[in-house]
């Protein structure tokens, strides 16, 4: 099993739609998780830190389930510039290692 | 403040010849990532230091690649004898703990390798 796995996608949705992406992890003794944003031929950067508590930015919601081991990210009122591909991330104890997921590839049609 | 620099972006070379990737990561930050990406693998980490120290290399693919952090400024990833296989997006990434959420990761825009 891998140590943080995502749905294959890829999602296609049109503009304005709401589209929900999931990842699940292993490792019961992470700390941190994160959503990136990649675009096509670019590097990956970070799109929203998951709080316990769940937290919002604009469009963007992400929830994290400790128990269940899962996180969630929420985008509403999709954008043609959501278009990416979207890469779940944990980071281990001690913060020293960080695990990507496969990646989410989102495409967004008008 | 200028983000995580990686040279060369593009490099095509010929099997069997060696390659060295360089990055300077970000000042202040204290851990440093090398991360391997292709289509079919997605992105995989290679290989992190701490403080200069290579804490895990168990991503290093085989005897062939080595990794070297000889200040905080400054890491290469060497490729010898490098081989097709090894065609991928190499990003250097660096992070520095950033309290209770730990540490956020910033990328460099990778090195595009082509081996033909």
């Known amino acids: 099993r891998k140590e943080v796995e995502q749905d294959p996608g890829p999602f296609n949705v049109p503009e304005g739609a709401t589209v929900a992406f999931n990842c699940t992890y292993s490792n019961s003794a992470s700390q941190s998780f994160f959503w990136y944003r990649q675009d096509c031929r670019k590097e990956p950067k970070l799109l929203m830190s998951?709080?316990?508590s769940g937290n919002e930015d604009g469009r963007f919601t992400a929830q994290l389930n400790r128990a269940s081991q899962y996180i969630s990210l929420l985008i509403r009122d999709s954008k043609l510039s959501d278009s990416a591909t979207y890469l779940c991330?944990?980071?281990?104890?001690?913060?020293?290692?960080?695990?990507f997921g496969a990646g989410t590839r989102l495409f967004v049609k008008a | 403040d200028a983000g995580v620099i990686q040279s060369p972006r593009h490099e095509v070379t010929e099997m069997g010849q060696e390659v060295t990737l360089r990055c300077k990561p970000i000042?202040?930050?204290?851990?440093l990532f090398w991360y391997r990406q292709t289509m079919m693998r997605g992105l995989e980490l290679l290989i992190y230091?701490?403080?200069?120290?290579?804490?895990?290399d168990s991503g290093m693919p085989e005897d062939r690649f080595s990794a070297k952090m000889p200040n905080a400024s400054f890491s290469t990833l060497k490729i010898q004898p490098s081989e097709p296989r090894d065609s991928a997006v190499y990003f250097c990434?660096?992070?520095?703990?950033?309290?209770?959420?730990?540490?956020?990761?910033?990328f460099g825009e990778g090195s595009w390798l082509t081996v033909v």
């Open positions: 990434a660096s992070s520095r703990p950033s309290g209770a959420n730990g540490n956020t990761i910033y």
């Open positions: 991330v944990v980071n281990s104890t001690g913060g020293f290692k960080t695990i």
């Open positions: 998951v709080y316990s």
């Open positions: 230091f701490n403080n200069n120290v290579p804490i895990d």
């Open positions: 000042s202040g930050h204290n851990s």
